[in-house]
C-alpha cells in the first residue's frame, strides 16, 4: 500500500477530478497563488485548504484527513472512484 502525505492526496484529488489550479481556487474560495505555494510544499498547508477541499470534494473527505476509505459510508479515494468508473 502506498503511503501519501496530505499535499500528495490533493494533487491526486487534482488529477482524479481533472481540474485546473484556477479551477480549483475558484471552487474552494482559496488564491490560486495560496495554492501553487502550498502544492509545491513552498509552505504549509492549513487547516482551511484541507477544508476546503473536503468541502468541494465530499466523497473525499476522511481519506484526505486520514488516508483511509470506508466505502459503506460513501467515503473513497480518488483511486476507488477511478476503479468505479465514476
Do not use: F
Not at 8 to 15: G, P, S, T
Not at 43 to 52: C, N, V
Amino acid at each position: 500500500m502506498t503511503s501519501y502525505d496530505v499535499i500528495d492526496r490533493i494533487n491526486l484529488i487534482i488529477e482524479t477530478e481533472q481540474i485546473s489550479r484556477d479551477a480549483l481556487s475558484q471552487k474552494t474560495g482559496i488564491g490560486y497563488t495560496r495554492w501553487t505555494n502550498t502544492l509545491q510544499r513552498k509552505t504549509k498547508l492549513r487547516h482551511e485548504e484541507i477544508e476546503a477541499i473536503g468541502n468541494a470534494w465530499p466523497e473525499y473527505m476522511l481519506w484526505l484527513a486520514y488516508g483511509i476509505e470506508k466505502p459503506e459510508m460513501g467515503q473513497i479515494s480518488p483511486m476507488t472512484k477511478k476503479s468505479l468508473g465514476d
